[in-house]
T-cell receptor
Framework: EAAVTQSPRNKVTVTGGNVTLSCRQTNSHNYMYWYRQDTGHGLRLIHYSYGAGNLQIGDVPDGYKATRTTQEDFFLLLELASPSQTSLYFC??????????????FGPGTRLTVL | AQKVTQTQTSISVMEKTTVTMDCVYETQDSSYFLFWYKQTASGEIVFLIRQDSYKKENATVGHYSLNFQKPKSSIGLIITATQIEDSAVYFCAMREGQSNYNVLYFGSGTKLTVEP
């Protein structure tokens, strides 16, 4: 089973602050994803990647950058944080469909509060 | 437009009974995959069960099973003999067959409370 870890688990910052959320997966999965979860919206896709150096834009990308530095590591960057970005953030990974991958495996989440 | 819709925001059942959670989806693809995930009170999101659209047989894993009604674009999750620890938020999700990146579209979730 995929192991996905996230850090920090909780983060408080101020409006305009700079925040980096980290995600690491240790199951050699090709695909990684960043989601935000807000009440009434379920999980919404921010950015995703299929390998180091690759970045794809999701459904709610505004105000977020992301970078995939290695197959294991995927970062989400908020360069000018706003209160509307207060949310619970999840990272996930999955294998390629051609290699039997279908499900996504989730990290434990990071709770971000922007004051 | 919402690709995955869960209209039940919350359900409450008595322990040891059977519950069904509804989900409808929208896709033009002839091949797709449907998933149910569980989010526990601690926030952990766990994959439960999957239905591949080309399979006619409903998927079953432990006390979870699916009611796949392809003509209605519906995939219900059935939990039999519910236990207190089944209390959680359940998400339905869909992966379209044409997706190159295994992107999932999620519903907004149904909160299940199992009462003793």
């Amino acid at each position: 089973e995929a192991a996905v870890t996230q850090s920090p688990r909780n983060k408080v910052t101020v409006t305009g602050g700079n925040v980096t959320l980290s995600c690491r997966q240790t199951n050699s999965h090709n695909y990684m994803y960043w989601y935000r979860q807000d009440t009434g919206h379920g999980l919404r896709l921010i950015h995703y990647s299929y390998g180091a150096g690759n970045l794809q834009i999701g459904d709610v990308p505004d105000g977020y950058k992301a970078t995939r530095t290695t197959q294991e590591d995927f970062f989400l960057l908020l360069e000018l944080a706003s209160p509307s970005q207060t949310s619970l953030y999840f990272c996930a990974s999955s294998e390629r469909l051609g290699l039997g991958g279908r499900e996504q495996y989730f990290g434990p989440g990071t709770r971000l509060t922007v004051l | 437009a919402q690709k995955v819709t869960q209209t039940q925001t919350s359900i409450s059942v008595m322990e040891k009974t059977t519950v069904t959670m509804d989900c409808v989806y929208e896709t033009q693809d002839s091949s797709y995959f449907l998933f149910w995930y569980k989010q526990t009170a601690s926030g952990e999101i766990v994959f439960l069960i999957r239905q591949d659209s080309y399979k006619k047989e409903n998927a079953t894993v432990g006390h979870y099973s699916l009611n796949f009604q392809k003509p209605k674009s519906s995939i219900g999750l059935i939990i039999t003999a519910t236990q207190i620890e089944d209390s959680a938020v359940y998400f339905c999700a869909m992966r379209e067959g044409q997706s190159n990146y295994n992107v999932l579209y999620f519903g907004s979730g149904t909160k299940l409370t199992v009462e003793p």
